[in-house]
């Protein structure tokens, strides 16, 4: 049982825990093109409720992307179709996972917003409300992943091998290998925790870091050709246009982690990824450090996250969205 202290998310840990002992089927589901921390989080609390004899189905609106498919060898994460009919029938509350938007659900907000049955918000994002009737949330949380953790303990369900193999992925992705701001002491005690149930945590690494293709390493090349800065080189972005991906015959996932590389220099306060998904689908990533709040930036344009990871994602042309948003950077890096 979590102390006093210990119970840092919200104060709905007593009802959750009444919605599972009094349910047997849950229905578990997180954000379109999930993360390793969505992923991980899913994974670990669907297996967390098979060994206290629950059914738990992982819906996602959007398929698993290549880099994280190690998660899920079996296949569990199933993708949400509105070509079969939504059946709320099926499960007694909904789990919605590393969300703090209706609309990062994707094709299953409407459904799962129709439905009757209890949700629960696990999330570590700042939450803007709306979307369930109980909550486990706190920005203070390195990860979901943390919170779904204490829930287990809460719980008094013993860890495994695989729910701690989930939740390390999870925890070592979303802290960028603990070097983000995010990584505190507790970060770290709970990380020792999982490693005690004899998790290989070196290919839990590779997977996640080394195990990128020739090609995408070839393209990180060229794409950092086209690295610019601006602001006394505090300001640093990369722009991927759809072309370029179909050149090379990538998909947008071969850019994970690109906007973090230019945050490595000294100067650099805010680097920003403008990557086009389709033709006027723009994804930008904005990677930030020292007291840059590009959480703030994000959600001036409908996007959100942390103060030092955040995203955008607008419809449009992609050289007018690049203007627009560096446009706000450079005001945002002016006025510190």
């Known amino acids: 049982m979590l102390t006093a202290a210990e119970q840092l998310f919200s104060n709905d840990w007593e009802a959750i825990s009444d919605i599972i002992r009094h349910n047997r089927r849950f229905l578990i589901t997180t954000h ?35 880099n994280y498919a190690f998660l899920d060898p079996a296949g569990e994460i199933k993708v949400y179709t509105n070509e079969v009919p939504f059946d ?37 994002h700042p939450y803007t409300g709306g979307h369930a009737g109980f909550h486990l949330v706190t920005t203070g949380a390195c990860a979901s992943a943390e919170i ?45 925790e999982l490693l005690t149930h004899n998790i290989c945590s070196l290919s839990i690494l590779e997977h996640l870091y080394q195990s990128h293709t020739t090609e995408r390493l070839k393209f990180l090349g060229e794409a950092l050709t ?11 972005w990369m722009t991927i246009s759809h072309a370029m991906l179909r050149e090379h015959r990538l998909k947008p ?27 006027n689908d723009v994804k930008i990533s904005l990677r930030a450090k020292g007291n840059f709040n590009a959480n ?11 103060n030092h990871a955040s995203g955008i994602r607008l419809a449009g042309p992609l050289s007018e969205i690049e203007n627009a948003v560096l446009a706000e950077a450079r005001k945002a890096l002016q006025q510190m």
């Open 148 to 192: 779904v953790y204490d829930l287990i303990r809460y719980l008094n369900i013993p860890l495994n091998r695989r729910m701690a193999e989930f939740l390390y992925a999870a925890i070592l992705a979303d802290t960028g290998s603990f070097t983000f701001s995010n990584t505190n002491a507790r970060t770290h005690r709970i990380a020792a």
């Open 88 to 124: 709320d029938s099926a499960f007694d509350a909904v789990f919605i996972l590393d969300i703090s938007r209706w609309e990062r659900l994707g094709g299953l907000a409407d459904p799962i917003r129709a439905c009757g049955k209890p949700k629960i918000c696990i999330d570590h």
């Open 296 to 306: 703030k930036l994000a959600a001036g344009f409908g996007g959100g996250g942390h």
């Open 226 to 236: 086209h690295l610019q800065f601006d602001c006394d080189q505090k300001l640093a």
């Open 253 to 279: 996932e071969d850019a994970e982690g690109f906007v973090d590389l230019p945050r490595n220099c000294r100067s650099v306060l805010l680097s920003v990824l403008f990557l086009e998904v389709e033709p």
């Open 32 to 66: 379109v093109n999930a993360d390793p921390d969505a992923l991980g989080s899913e994974l670990a609390l669907a297996e967390a409720l098979r060994t206290i004899d629950k059914e738990s189905l992982i819906l996602n609106p959007t398929p698993v992307s290549r």
